[in-house]
């Protein structure tokens, strides 16, 4: 059965216009920079430029345009025999266009476009907030447009050109947003990945995507890459973010030379000013727009199932998401969010850019200042990562675990009794989720809804006073006031129940980076737990069977495939591995494995027909030699809600049961040891009653799932993205996973 948004078509696309002209890269003026390599001469850059970007056009087609006017005098030395193709963002750029280009506010064609709107809408309201980089910075839509304008321009004169590839490996901040929506408004593309991958696996991604220059965080990760990577690498030029030149590690650049932000916004003002002057003179310039079409990113995939590949995203794949994800995060003017994630995953990029045409409030943080930051700013939203939530939910139980005997009890008993009116809540709302097609008895839901009612009805008035002595404080200290919305990995339901039951709305989506990202998410009047929502506008979302691909009905369980204006071009230059994934109608393969919900016009079901719910990947799939297939998934989130376990990997691949590698969490496990009073003399526990706890603690949380772990290896070491268990977006490696605990796997079944 297909699901598709109830929406129109999306409107048509401006077609493109002539923008901004980018001579100055010829008629910048000499000037000394704080270089440790001072870059070459304008007129040597023009030298350097290949012979096809400096020939004539003679004809307009398309989005070109040649302007021909009187030359400036031979003495100015500065007017162009031949024109240089450069492209801009048509409406962020249309000031500096003779005429102008017809746009209007809301005419998108790039995705830098969006800060020409922001600027105009919200000029001096503050959009971001960086505390923790030197110096701290608090930038107003206006500044931020600023911004991006001279970074872009600033990369223009020093020789990048449209369709050229740079590496922006960084982490979040205010100037990487400004470096990112730089590198796109020149019609080139960015190539992105954060500083906790590996060394080789930012060389491989820097050589497959043939990236010709390099923009770095700061010296420390400049300095660690210094000998492993850039010595290796071709770079024209490298671009540092944050901190000073003089700490970097000069002996490996080997010519190359070293800009910091300030030299290139720097020279991007004045490059912009001598663009203006060059114009009233009358030079003759080609120029181009991008296109919804040009590919504005390349994202590598976290590869938790092998070698990463190049994801091409396009403006118009970007742009679906930015002009539709209000839907599901209804954001006005001066909310605050704040932000952790890494920028160069899909989920957190495509959300800022929504966002910030909402003249919202963005404060960045990280997982250390987290929980100061959430009493600090107080943001009415938060996106992030099911860990996060998990953190959050972790941290609150701690909290209560702590309190006074008296004060333990109270909390955990009205909790319990939020759960069961929100239970009761759901009934009679229709939002229990059911893969059941079958329309229950009207006798049946009559009895089942007043049931529901009279129980809610009595909890109520305590449920009431949970918020007043326990949630209150809760919400103090986290703010959240409007919703957390957590995609990029399955929301474990003990978790989403928690925040329902405590009045923090939590909306789960659900997307890939090949889907840029989201597919579908819970809307706020409608948040069904359990699902993550209805899709996107223009997306239309099917359920085929693995083996046959036929079209399942609502309620039948197989392959999700997704349609719509946000599926990736491809992956870059693999082409074999994009027809695996994308067919020739469009419908991308996702590789998960879902259903969606039946409609049922009547019962406790009958606001989620049409939703999509999830339940695991199909390549993580496990298959017993007794034939039956088993989602870890589901098993290792039930596990999960165990205090003792810290993390846990389901095995049994040709096995005849399931087996578990678990890190425990050795200071609850002691806590618990304690007190059954099993420690020995010396206050230790022996590795077989740890087992015997663990085994304690599975049967406890795991008595619903359908398939029980057999035998455990406890593992000590933590998997962590430093040690390559998992990925930056804290996403498991199963392969890695059990490629290196093989020989333990073995043992385990022996």
């Not at 007129?43 to 430029?49: G, R, S």
């Not at 102008?100 to 907030?129: C, F, Q």
């Not at 727009?289 to 794949?317: E, F, Q, W």
């Not at 035998?711 to 199963?734: M, S």
Request: charged share 20%; hydrophobic share 40%.
């Amino acid at each position: 059965m297909l699901a598709s948004s109830a929406s129109g078509q999306m409107a048509a696309l401006c077609s493109p216009s002539p923008t901004l002209p980018t001579a100055s890269l010829l008629l910048l003026r000499r000037r000394r920079l704080r270089l440790l390599h001072p870059p070459p001469s304008a007129a040597a850059l023009l030298l350097l430029l290949p012979a096809r970007r400096r020939g004539r056009h003679h004809h307009r087609r398309g989005g070109v345009l040649r302007c021909d006017a009187a030359a400036a005098s031979p003495s100015a030395g500065s007017t162009l025999e031949n024109p240089v193709r450069r492209k801009c963002s048509p409406l962020l750029e249309s000031a500096l266009l003779p005429g102008g280009n017809g746009l209007t506010t809301h005419d998108w064609m790039a995705v830098p476009d969006i800060w020409r709107t922001a600027a105009e809408k919200y000029a001096d309201r503050v959009a971001l907030v960086d505390p923790y980089h030197e110096p701290p910075s608090e930038l107003t839509y206006k500044q931020l447009e600023q911004e991006i304008l001279d970074f872009s321009q600033g990369l223009r004169a020093i020789g990048v050109a449209p369709d050229e590839k740079i590496a922006l490996f960084a982490d979040n901040s205010c100037r990487w947003l400004v470096a990112d929506q730089g590198i796109m408004a020149t019609g080139a593309i960015n190539v992105v990945r954060g500083t906790r991958s590996s060394d080789e696996e930012l060389f491989q991604i820097y050589t497959h995507s043939e990236s010709i220059a390099l923009v770095v965080d700061s010296p420390q990760f400049f300095n660690r890459l210094a000998e492993s990577f850039i010595s290796r690498i071709n770079a024209r030029f490298i671009v540092l973010l944050w901190g000073e030149k003089s700490c970097l590690n000069s002996e490996v650049v080997n010519g190359i030379p070293l800009y910091d932000f300030k030299d290139i916004t720097q020279l991007g003002r004045e490059s912009r000013n001598t663009l203006r002057h060059s114009h009233e003179q009358g030079q003759q310039v080609v120029f181009e727009t991008i296109t919804p079409d040009d590919v504005a990113t390349l994202i590598y995939t976290s590869g938790t199932s092998g070698t990463p590949k190049g994801v091409m995203l396009t403006h118009r794949n970007l742009l679906h998401q930015i002009k539709n994800l209000w839907d599901f995060v209804p954001a006005v003017p001066g909310d605050r969010f704040l932000s952790m994630l890494p920028p160069w995953h899909a989920y957190e990029r495509a959300s800022e850019y929504f966002i910030f045409t909402y003249g919202i409030q963005q404060v960045y943080t990280t997982v250390k200042y987290l929980k100061e930051d959430l009493q600090r700013y107080q943001p009415q939203y938060i996106v992030s990562v099911p860990l996060v939530y998990e953190i959050l939910y972790s941290s609150i139980q701690r909290q209560i675990s702590s309190s006074s005997t008296a004060r333990k009890f109270v909390a955990l008993a009205l909790i319990k009794i939020s759960l069961l009116y929100m239970e009761a809540k759901r009934i009679y709302e229709g939002t229990v989720l059911s893969n059941n097609p079958v329309k229950p008895s009207f006798i049946v839901y009559m009895v089942n809804w007043l049931s529901a009612r009279i129980v809610a009805a009595l909890l109520w008035p305590l449920h009431n006073l949970a918020k007043t002595l326990v949630y209150k404080k809760i919400h103090s200290a986290i703010g959240i006031s409007k919703a957390g919305i957590s995609g990029g990995g399955s929301l474990p339901m003990h978790v989403d129940k928690f925040f329902e039951a405590i009045g923090v709305k939590v909306q789960n989506g659900y997307g890939l980076t090949e889907t840029s990202p989201v597919v579908a998410a819970r809307r706020p009047f409608c948040n069904v737990l359990g699902t993550v929502g209805h899709p996107v506008k223009h997306t239309e979302i099917k359920v085929v069977d693995m083996e046959t691909g036929e079209v399942l009905p609502d309620g039948s369980k197989g392959v999700v495939k997704v349609r719509g204006p946000q599926v990736m071009k491809g992956y870059y230059k693999n082409p074999s591995a994009t027809n695996k994934v994308l067919d020739q109608e469009g419908w991308f393969d996702t590789g998960d494995i879902g259903w969606i919900a039946p409609h049922c016009p009547t019962g406790p079901s009958r606001k989620c027909g049409g939703m999509l719910v999830l339940e695991g990947r199909a390549k993580d799939t496990i298959v017993l030699t007794t034939g039956e297939n088993v989602e870890p998934a589901e098993i290792e989130e039930a596990a999960s809600r165990s205090d003792l376990i810290n993390q846990i990997v389901v095995v049994g691949q040709d096995k005849r049961r399931i087996g578990a590698l678990i890190v425990p969490n050795y200071d609850e496990v002691l806590a618990t040891a304690k007190r059954k009073s099993i420690l020995d003399g010396n206050n230790e526990l022996a590795k077989d009653k740890v087992l015997n706890l663990l085994y304690d603690e599975l049967r406890t949380w795991m008595v619903d799932c359908s398939f029980q772990i057999g035998p455990i290896l406890i593992v000590d070491e933590p998997f962590t993205v430093d040690n390559g268990l998992l990925t930056p977006t804290l996403k498991l490696r199963r392969d890695k996973v059990t490629a290196k605990y093989h020989r333990e796997i073995d043992a385990l079944y022996k």
